[in-house]
């Protein structure tokens, strides 16, 4: 967004930040409201031509260990805009309140906004995002389908190393060993079946974003959405299975919380609940059989 949207200014400021090694987190959601778009923190302009931001965030990933805090809010005609704002920053309040039961340490958890003072220059018109044709939603999307993918590879890889060394055969199997198991054997082939779609869908998704990247019009715009979206459904349903079969195929031993196991199916539990895939099949079929270009917003 800072490279599209802002000012020639702001994108050597910001690009400087990030080189230096300055991290960027994000205040985006709010709970309570109507829905994820419903945003209610307000950017006030001030006689001087600053503003004053306010408002409460709620899902705030990386905030806790973030440099900048990007606050998206509502401006003049309620559009949306996203003002940069130092965590230090006067009436910036960010909370360690996050208790989730999966990725505890991604600090997703509470900012507060009271009379924030924000220079104009720190303020870039994120509306204009969703203009024309874009990626702004692809390549975000992207990032969480490689998160589910991952999960879904380390949990099959982590199931597969402790049937081989730590889980016993069921005695009826007539195996010496558990890796010999016929009926687990099936079971990791199905698992591995899942993970390397989720894979290949992911490897396609990103050869046609970059594709898109190169030309962008409507038409690649919308072919690097809906194959995001293949690849981020795949991924996820890949990653709460083989995150639950995991214990299935490696025994009773392998709940023991000592052993941590049960981190992959955590995380991919919470993680995929980030926006719901039932949608994004649903905008695969309507452009599959109708032609239909999926909407311009965040999550395609």
């Given at each position: 967004?800072?490279r599209?949207q ?11 930040e990030?080189l ?6 994000n205040?985006q959601?709010e709970?309570g409201?109507?829905?994820?778009q419903d945003?209610r ?6 006689p ?5 931001l306010?408002?409460l965030k709620h899902y705030?990933t990386?905030a ?23 965590a230090?920053?006067p009436?910036?309040?960010?909370i360690?309140?996050w208790?989730g039961l999966?990725?505890?340490?991604t600090?997703?958890?509470?900012v ?15 509306h ?7 990626l702004?939603?692809?390549v975000?999307q992207?990032l969480?389908?490689?998160?589910d ?7 099959l ?7 081989r ?7 009826e ?9 016929p009926l687990l ?14 894979e290949a869908?992911?490897?396609e998704a990103?050869r046609?974003?970059q594709a898109a990247?190169?030309?962008l019009?409507d038409?690649?715009a919308?072919e690097a959405?809906?194959a995001?979206a293949a690849a981020k459904?795949?991924a ?11 214990f299935e195929?490696?025994?009773t031993?392998a709940?023991l919380?000592?052993l941590n196991?049960h981190r992959?199916?955590r995380?991919a539990r919470?993680h995929t609940?980030?926006?719901?895939t039932r949608w994004?099949?649903q905008?695969?079929?309507r452009?599959?059989?109708n032609?239909?270009r ?5 999550l395609?």
């Open positions: 967004m800072i599209r802002g000012t020639e200014e702001q994108r050597k400021f910001f690009f400087a990030l230096a090694g300055r991290r960027f987190g205040a959601s709970a409201t109507r829905h994820v945003i923190t307000r950017l006030t302009p001030q001087d031509g600053s503003y004053v306010d408002g705030s990386g806790l260990f973030a440099d900048w805090i990007p606050v998206l809010a509502r401006a003049e005609e309620d559009k949306l805009h996203v003002a940069y704002v130092p230090d920053a009436g910036v309040t960010v360690d309140d208790d999966g990725q505890r340490t600090a997703s958890g509470t507060r906004l009271a009379g924030v003072p924000v220079p104009a220059d720190r303020i870039l018109p994120h204009l995002t969703f203009e024309g044709p874009q702004h939603g692809a975000a992207l969480h389908a490689a998160i993918a991952g999960i879904a590879g380390g949990a890889a982590e199931a597969a190393e402790f049937v060394t730590k889980s016993r055969p069921w005695f199997s007539g195996v010496e060993t558990a890796a010999e198991d054997i099936q079971r990791f082939g199905e698992l591995a079946l899942q993970v390397r779609s989720a869908l992911l490897r990103g046609v974003v990247q190169a030309d019009t038409d690649s919308a959405s809906i995001v459904v795949q996820a349903q890949a990653a709460v299975e083989v995150g639950s079969a995991l195929v490696a025994g031993r709940a919380n000592s196991l992959h199916w995380d919470t609940l980030h926006d719901p994004k099949i905008h695969i079929g452009y599959v059989l032609g239909t999926p909407p311009r917003h965040g395609l």
